[in-house]
């Protein structure tokens, strides 16, 4: 069985600038999540999807992060514009169920300079 | 409070020995209960949920106080692979998102 894919890999960008993370979860796994994981700290919730509706974004920096899941398979984060503290790992993971047992990818590593 | 708190660590053990982890939550409502481990510049994965009636899995036991809000982590025997990062993660409900502590680094040496 696949798992949960993610790309890219590493990215290094200037602040201001735009960056977007692809994330494909394990196939007919509903749900899925995007976490923020800086170094020293465990992963910190962006944002839960269930098929295409956000089920939690409270803790999404709106004003500069935007996720998507259009058609309830593969999602797209976007940063625009980054801040030098958004350097992290960003680690997509899915689930098939409310179980506890997530899936994840190996995490897009973002230096902001 | 934070939501999920952990031992700060590292712990630095000689193979053999047995290492307890300890993590607290401040949700009383929580539903679920498990330990992630993460390897170095890795994926966090399931090591073993957490049951009431604690459960163990091989050289791994976890316990539950619901009264206390306490979770525990044992490892008996320690093994050079079983260097990791260990995190305690709480399930606020049913279909909500899973909360991670900040993880307690295990350093295994021969």
């Known amino acids: 069985e696949a798992g949960v894919a993610q790309s890219p890999r590493y990215k290094i960008i200037e602040k201001r600038q735009s960056v977007a993370f692809w994330c494909n979860p394990i196939?007919?796994?509903?749900?899925l999540y995007w976490y923020q994981q800086i170094l020293g700290q465990g992963p910190k919730l962006l944002i839960q999807?269930?098929?295409?509706?956000?089920?939690?974004d409270s803790q999404l920096p709106k004003d500069r992060f935007s996720a998507e899941r259009l058609k309830g398979v593969d999602s797209t984060l976007k940063i625009q514009p980054a801040k030098l503290e958004d350097s992290a790992v960003y680690l997509c993971?899915?689930?098939?169920?409310?179980?506890?047992?997530?899936?994840f990818g190996s995490g897009t590593q973002l230096s902001v300079l | 409070r934070k939501e999920v708190e952990q031992d700060p660590g590292p712990f630095n053990v000689p193979e053999g020995a047995t290492v307890a982890f300890n993590c607290t939550y401040s949700?009383?409502?929580?539903?679920?209960f498990f330990w992630y481990r993460q390897d170095c510049r890795k994926e966090p994965k399931l090591l073993m949920s957490v049951y009431s009636s604690g459960n163990e899995d091989g050289r791994f036991t976890a316990q539950l106080n619901r009264a206390s809000q306490y979770i525990s982590l044992l490892i008996r025997d320690s093994k050079l692979s079983d260097s990791a990062t260990y995190l305690c993660v709480v399930s606020p409900q049913a279909g909500t998102a899973l909360i991670f502590g900040k993880g307690t680094t295990l350093s295994v040496s021969s």
């Open positions: 196939s007919g796994h509903a749900t």
């Open positions: 949700n009383s409502a929580s539903q679920s």
């Open positions: 999807f269930q098929n295409n509706g956000v089920v939690d």
């Open positions: 993971a899915s689930s098939s169920g409310p179980t506890g047992k997530l899936f």
